[in-house]
T-cell receptor
């Protein structure tokens, strides 16, 4: 099993450009998540999908959109990139969202720089 | 919303020494998760604690959740260079996704 995979691993964008970060999991998990990690800020939730067909905003959703393409795939789109979106982006998945809870499994991350 | 405070923010210990990292919540915890992140990599799940007073161990790492379920500690015995990295605690409030602390950066020197 590959677990959670993310593409690309690195990306440099110019301000105003758009791009989509891809995430896939092969663990048959129901819930998927997108986080960003910034120095001194820890991990912050951008969007999540509790189950196929649903998406919800997290703590920092502005400037992002998501698509739960199917049970395996959850993509994050930046429509018009801004320097403030320079960060490391992590995708995660878990068996399900809610109580009783299950641990989240994380992908290796995408390092995004917006110039 | 739930907030998690981790202390210390960073820690430098000599190889072979013991250390403790704390995670304190502003609300009662339903579940407390510990993750380790190696520099430049993703997060690796270590342990999950759900019951007040619960304690779990994995190799030389022990995590405890206090009786009131508002504080957890992570203790490493006889630290090794392989323990170096960032340790993050994550909290489950019942219906919302995990909220994470800002992390503790651990360096182990020879």
């Amino acid at each position: 099993n590959a677990g959670v995979t993310q593409t690309p691993k690195f990306q440099v964008l110019k301000t105003g450009q758009s791009m989509t970060l891809q995430c896939a999991q092969d663990m048959n998990h129901n819930s998927m998540y997108w986080y960003r990690q910034d120095p001194g800020m820890g991990l912050r939730l951008i969007y999540y999908s509790a189950s196929e067909g649903t998406t919800d905003k997290g703590e920092v959703p502005n400037g992002y959109n998501v698509s739960r393409l199917n049970k395996r795939e959850f993509s994050l789109r930046l429509e018009s990139a801004a320097p403030s979106q320079t960060s490391v982006y992590f995708c995660a998945s878990s068996y399900k969202q809610g109580w009783p809870s299950y641990e989240q499994y994380f992908g290796p991350g995408t390092r995004l720089t917006v110039t | 919303s739930q907030e998690l405070e981790q202390s210390p923010q960073s820690l430098i210990v000599q190889e072979g020494k013991n250390l403790t990292i704390n995670c304190t919540s502003s609300k009662t915890l339903y579940g407390l998760y510990w993750y380790k992140q190696k520099y430049g990599e993703g997060l690796i799940f270590l342990m999950m604690l759900q019951k007040g007073g619960e304690e779990k161990s994995h190799e030389k790492i022990t995590a405890k959740l206090d009786e009131k379920k508002q504080q957890s500690s992570l203790h490493i015995t006889a630290s090794q260079p392989s323990h170096a990295g960032i340790y993050l605690c994550g909290a489950d409030s019942g219906n919302t996704p995990l909220v994470f602390g800002k992390g503790t950066r651990l360096s182990v020197i020879a």
